[in-house]
């Protein structure tokens, strides 16, 4: 079965510190994808990768970066937390445009 | 650009009543496929329905839905919702391949 696991599953930070979210899968994707999912935002896309060692621009990637160093794993890394990142972040996988993705369970980062 | 308009907001339906989100998608792409996910309290979101297939419609789990490409359209819709349908709905289509989520309705059922 399509498996994503994500860690930490819940993060307290402090403001101006470093954040990495870490993102495996076992589906053999060639695309990851990293979201943020506030309320009355729905999913919005931080940034996304096609395979190993390339990233791509979501429509919200200010303040991440992401990494690719694998197939199977994808990093979402804040240099200098704020407190606007508060949110739930959801790492997904899915290769074409008529197939699903499949989503990890979630980081609940909570920056003071 | 592209954009996709899903209803907002919070839909409030009475057990065994029927029940219809809708979701459009303006884009420049002639071949979309739509999906709707459904996401239950503290869960992560998940398949409910996809095509990609003009005038079909697509079931599961008792919803469905017909994509139609002329309009851009894929309401998801239910004759009879219970309880356990209460949860956050988004739409998803997809035009080229990179996503896009409409911001999501939540559902409520109540008895």
């Known amino acids: 079965e399509a498996a994503v696991t994500q860690s930490p599953r819940n993060k307290v930070a402090v403001t101006g510190g470093k954040v990495t979210l870490s993102c495996n899968q076992t589906n053999n994707h060639n695309n990851m994808y990293w979201y943020r999912q506030d309320t009355g935002h729905g999913l919005r896309l931080i940034h996304y990768?096609?395979?190993?060692?390339?990233?791509e621009k979501g429509d919200i990637p200010d303040g991440y970066k992401a990494s690719r160093p694998s197939q199977e794993n994808f990093s979402l890394i804040l240099e200098l937390a704020t407190p606007s990142q508060t949110s739930v972040y959801f790492c997904?996988?899915?290769?074409?445009?008529?197939?699903?993705?499949?989503f990890g369970p979630g980081t609940r980062l909570t920056v003071l | 650009g592209d954009s996709v308009t899903q209803t907002e907001g919070l839909v409030t339906v009475t057990e065994g009543l029927p029940v219809m989100l809708n979701c459009t998608y303006q884009?420049?792409?002639?071949?979309?496929?739509f999906f709707w996910y459904v996401q239950y309290l503290n869960e992560a979101p998940k398949l409910l329905l996809r095509s990609s297939t003009d005038n079909k419609r697509t079931e599961h789990q008792g919803f469905h839905a017909t994509l139609h490409k002329s309009s851009s359209s894929f309401h998801l819709q239910k004759s009879s919702v219970q309880l356990s349908d209460s949860a956050l709905y988004y739409c998803a289509p997809r035009g080229n391949y990179k996503p896009t989520f409409g911001k999501g309705t939540s559902l409520v059922v109540h008895p």
């Open positions: 884009t420049a792409y002639s071949d979309v496929a």
């Open positions: 990768s096609y395979g190993a060692g390339s990233t």
């Open positions: 997904a996988s899915g290769d074409y445009r008529e197939d699903e993705q499949y």
